[in-house]
């Protein structure tokens, strides 16, 4: 049977914490054990009658040709059409709110009843826990969220791959619409312009930040970008549960003098560390060394620099945080973020995505990323 998922890696996690079977029951999860199976119904919202849609996928340990998935009627289809390789797929006809109990039937059958099970808590309704817990009062549960985590850390190359493309597609429509905003577009005319950019381009919206001139206000408004103003566009998207996250910035007329001293900072800040990233740094020491540069730039009373791990999520693992020794290893795909929020000035912010290579990193969907779009 050939798993889409490192069957060791899982076991080895499991086991860790003394876990028999781990549920799933989050959409990134779910689909990434399944190989990118989700029900396309719900591939965008959950509400679902008086509850909720809840996709759960049981794997006990070491044994994955016992896996089972508890679903809704009507998958069966698109199920067999991609290949679903969980043997078992469950098809519920209860209330969504009720399909915990569908769960304890499976887990049942299996004879794990008093195992020791690893569920989603900080994702799983309290009713769905009590339900667990009273259909299978034998049973010990821990946390998953870490073991699943940690799973999805390390990305194959056609993670990778996948990534590179909608992240390039993110930064062409970022360009795009910085050059099709009319004089007197507003920031809720940018942002549906990228929702719809997105859009052409195969990739499913999730959100943007424009935010035009000193107002800090980041959410899609009537503020109207000015001429003389700075804008950035912070946009994500999503293809097959797989997170872009970018951010470029555009000026209306010609950048001032100290806009570009900002945008100069903000830039070298990211250049250093890209030129750091590589396997073997400890993340705090890369954090570290990013927030010196800015400081040295002059500008760190006003600025930010957040790093952090991307995938199916959009800040997951590598943390970086002050004293963690963790070290980066190849596969591991980072965000780069560096703001600096100017009284005067605005927010200007550049943020990038990279994978961490064998010899250093690979910038993913670069396109605009060391100049402002200077548009009329």
């Not at 794990?112 to 049973?139: C, H, Q, T, W, Y």
């Not at 577009?185 to 549906?192: E, G, K, L």
């Amino acid at each position: 049977m050939k798993l889409p998922y490192d069957s060791q890696k899982l076991d080895r996690l499991m086991e860790e914490v003394g876990a028999d079977l781990i549920l799933a029951t989050t959409n990134h999860n779910v689909r990434y054990l399944t190989g990118g199976y989700f029900y396309h119904f719900h591939d965008r919202f959950e509400a679902m009658g008086s509850g909720r849609y809840i996709a759960t996928c049981g794997i006990p340990r070491g044994a994955p040709e016992r896996a089972f998935l508890i679903g809704q009627a009507g998958e069966t289809g698109q199920a067999k059409d991609q290949g679903l390789w969980i043997p078992d797929l469950i098809l519920a006809e209860r209330q969504p709110s009720e399909s915990a109990k569908d769960t304890a039937a499976a887990i049942k059958k299996r004879g794990l009843e008093k195992a020791r099970i690893a569920v989603e808590g900080d994702f799983l309704p309290a009713n769905s826990m009590e339900s667990l817990k009273a259909e299978l009062p034998g049973a010990s549960f821990a946390e998953a969220h870490s073991i699943l985590e940690e799973l999805r850390a390390i990305k194959t190359q056609e993670e990778i791959d996948l990534i590179r493309r909608i992240t390039e597609a993110d930064s062409e429509t970022i360009q795009e619409v910085f050059q099709s905003a009319s004089p007197g577009a507003t920031t809720r005319d940018i942002s549906r312009a990228v929702e719809e950019g997105m859009t052409r381009r195969g990739l499913h919206f999730l959100w943007v930040f424009t935010c035009a001139g000193n107002g800090m206000l980041r959410a899609p408004s009537k503020k109207v970008w000015e001429t003389g103003e700075v804008l950035h566009i912070d946009a994500g998207g999503a293809e097959n549960g797989y997170l872009t996250d970018v951010c470029r910035m555009g000026v209306r007329g010609k950048p001032s003098d100290l806009a570009q001293e900002l945008f100069d900072a903000c830039l070298s800040t990211q250049d250093a560390a890209r030129a750091a990233t590589r396997p073997g740094i400890a993340t705090s020491a890369l954090y570290d060394l990013a927030v010196r540069h800015l400081e040295d730039t002059g500008h760190g009373k006003y600025s930010t620099v957040t790093i952090h791990g991307i995938g199916m999520v959009s800040h997951e693992q590598p943390r970086f945080v002050p004293r963690n020794d963790r070290e980066l290893e190849a596969g591991m795909v980072l965000s780069i973020e560096t703001d600096i929020r100017h009284p005067e000035e605005g927010y200007v912010k550049i943020e990038d995505t990279v994978a961490v290579t064998e010899g250093g990193c690979e910038g993913l969907g670069d396109l605009g990323r060391e100049t402002f779009a200077v548009v009329a």
